[in-house]
């Protein structure tokens, strides 16, 4: 018994300081391409506006992702899909990658307070890299020209990130971390999928044909309200925000 619960709260810790981890190198990588790469098209903003602007899209991204349903067509239920994304895109399209991050970060630690974890936090975790894995590369690609095809083109990055990084995270640590921290045995989580598609044999095949189409259909789903609402939403955003034209600043048009 004594053995059991050390092993177990062994694994909580380590998985908590694999978040801590996520988290920062999320962040590292995201506030270094704002330095080096788009630092001269992220828009200049007050920090009292900026706050705001992530905590209202932070907490509009907690309601979305409340209303979380399953692909059961798709993918076992315990997989959910939400479009919690569209105003942390929105932020990043705006802010720049840091402030889509905080936004994503804002979403989940509000999530946590109103509804809690039903997954042993994993996939809270899921969530946050996953929509991590698209906002930064889409944003990075669209404030290296803020046009509309940069913005398109930046959304596909996105799409295909959210698909990779979603599919490899899943596969090496995701799903043998919610097997261990539930005590449920992969084969059982492969069970899952098989009674979705027979084809399902395996955890590979799991991420292969479940997790995988799933986020490559929220990329899409993300990405097609993300080209309809942000020009509108951008205009508010810049007429509630007194931004700071610094000299050298790019003056690419917002699209």
Do not use: W
Request: a positive charge; one cysteine or more.
């Amino acid at each position: 018994m004594g053995t059991g619960i050390l092993q177990a709260v062994a694994d909580n810790l380590q998985f908590v300081l694999v978040c801590l981890v996520v988290v920062l190198a999320i962040v590292g990588v995201s506030e270094l391409a704002e330095r080096k790469l788009i630092r001269n098209s992220v828009a200049q903003v007050k920090k009292t506006q900026y706050i705001t602007v992530c905590g209202m899209l932070g907490a509009l991204a907690m309601l979305l992702h409340i209303f979380d349903f399953p692909v059961l067509f798709l993918a076992p239920e315990f997989y959910k899909l939400d479009l919690s994304e569209i105003p942390a895109m929105i932020g990043a399209f705006y802010l720049g990658p840091v402030g889509g991050v905080i936004i994503e970060l804002v979403k989940i630690l509000l999530k946590l307070v109103v509804k809690g974890t039903s997954t042993a936090f994993v996939g809270d975790l899921a969530n946050f890299v996953v929509g991590c894995s698209f906002i930064v590369p889409a944003s990075i690609v669209y404030h290296m020209r803020k046009t509309r095809k940069m913005a398109a083109a930046g959304l596909a990055v996105g799409t295909v990130g959210i698909t990779l990084a979603g599919s490899l995270f899943n596969a090496f640590y995701l799903i043998p971390a919610f097997s261990r921290l539930y005590g449920i045995p992969l084969d059982a989580i492969v069970g899952m999928g098989t009674a979705i598609n027979p084809a399902i044999d395996s955890v590979s095949m799991l991420v292969l044909l479940s997790v995988a189409p799933l986020n490559l259909l929220k990329g899409v789903l993300i990405s097609v309200p993300t080209m309809v609402l942000y020009k509108r939403i951008s205009r508010v955003l810049h007429n509630t925000a007194q931004i700071q034209h610094l000299p050298g600043r790019n003056s690419q048009t917002q699209s």
